[in-house]
């Protein structure tokens, strides 16, 4: 099993940055990769983006330019830059292994 805990959302300008961070703690053998996902209200959830562990990375074209996604062994984290208020969403940690964190909500409001 393993848990995956997101910190960093809250409350931003528009134009502002905030740094989403989550852990993957518990029975990790390997994590492939793992993902960045948001779900705003009344909307699907949609991949944001994603890292492998061999470096690679993707992003949806919404955030291409403005999110960075980065990994250092079993975290992940996603700088969000010049945010918009479309960006507001639950924000969701994933892994390849299908293992979803809690969420943390993020909202670009003036």
């Known amino acids: 099993q393993v848990r995956l805990v997101e910190s960093g959302g809250g409350l931003v300008q528009p134009g502002g940055s905030l740094r989403l961070s989550c852990a993957a703690s518990?029975?990790?053998?390997?994590?492939?990769?793992m993902d960045w996902y948001r779900q705003a209200p009344g909307k699907q959830r949609e991949l944001v983006a994603t890292?492998?562990?061999?470096?690679s990375t993707n992003y949806a074209d919404s955030v291409k330019g403005r999110f960075t996604i980065s990994r250092d062994n079993n975290r992940v984290y996603l700088q969000m830059n010049s945010l918009k208020p479309e960006d507001t969403a639950v924000y969701y940690c994933h892994t390849d292994s299908g293992f979803w964190g809690q969420g943390t909500q993020v909202t670009v409001s003036s």
């Open positions: 890292a492998t562990s061999g470096g």
């Open positions: 518990g029975t990790i053998i390997r994590i492939y990769a």
